[in-house]
């Protein structure tokens, strides 16, 4: 049994059916094939599945698809404007805030709605705001330096 299903995905509006049983990160990376959203433990533990529903941060693994009906959602795809990345995304980038990446997604999703909630977060703050999302790599120093530099819009003029 397939049930329609309407909803905005980085900016495109997409109409098609699903099983009600479809999670939202099976629509996003089977169905729509938008893969920087990753999977990582199913339970909604990791954050490796981060995407922002009407302007929130969800886990995509913990939600049906129709959930996100008539919504808007923004994957790690969509945080790019015009083949230009995100402050959040440079700053990733600029600070070496991955190792391996799969991780990276969710953690700037995370990490834009943090600022977003919280915009003069201290470091401490930055820390408790990503305790729902998991790096296996990092140790997390370099996350944080890349969120306080997009804190401090000096994306850009970092030295490594």
């Given at each position: ?125 930055i820390r408790e705001g990503l305790e729902g999302n998991i790096c296996r790599c ?23």
């Open positions: 049994m397939s049930i329609p299903l309407s909803l905005t995905v980085n900016g495109k509006s997409i109409n098609t059916s699903v099983d009600p049983r479809t999670l939202l990160v099976q629509l996003i990376r089977e169905q729509l094939q938008l893969t920087g959203t990753h999977v990582g433990c199913d339970t909604a533990q990791c954050g490796a599945c981060t995407v922002h529903l009407n302007g929130r941060a969800v886990k995509s693994c913990s939600m049906l698809a129709l959930q996100a009906q008539g919504g808007t959602v923004t994957t790690i795809e969509g945080l790019a404007q015009n083949g230009t990345m995100h402050p959040m995304q440079a700053a990733f980038r600029e600070c070496h805030g991955l190792q391996c990446g799969f991780c990276t997604p969710g953690m700037v999703m995370s990490a834009v709605q943090l600022l977003k909630d919280k915009p003069q977060a201290n470091e401490q703050e990092t140790g997390y120093h370099n996350i944080v330096k890349s969120i306080q530099l997009c804190q401090s819009g000096k994306v850009g003029t970092a030295t490594a």
